[in-house]
């Protein structure tokens, strides 16, 4: 499931709106453990959209 919210998110990765729903849906889907491993990937990738990584992120634990 880590997989494939990975390849999600870099397809919406355009819209910053979009992006952020789908990595809500993502968090809210995966297990703890992988929570933390897509956390630091999304804000290896996409540091652009740091603030709205670490709200949604804050919100999940």
């Known amino acids: ?6 390849k ?6 355009f819209d910053k709106g979009l992006f952020k729903k ?10 703890k453990h992988e929570t933390a491993a897509l956390k630091i990937w999304a804000l290896t990738y996409f540091s652009h959209y740091k603030e709205t990584i670490l709200e949604v992120f804050d919100k999940v634990y």
């Open 1 to 6: 499931m880590l997989e494939f919210s990975k």
């Open 8 to 13: 999600i998110l870099q397809k919406v990765s």
């Open 22 to 31: 789908e990595l809500q849906k993502s968090a809210r889907w995966i297990s």
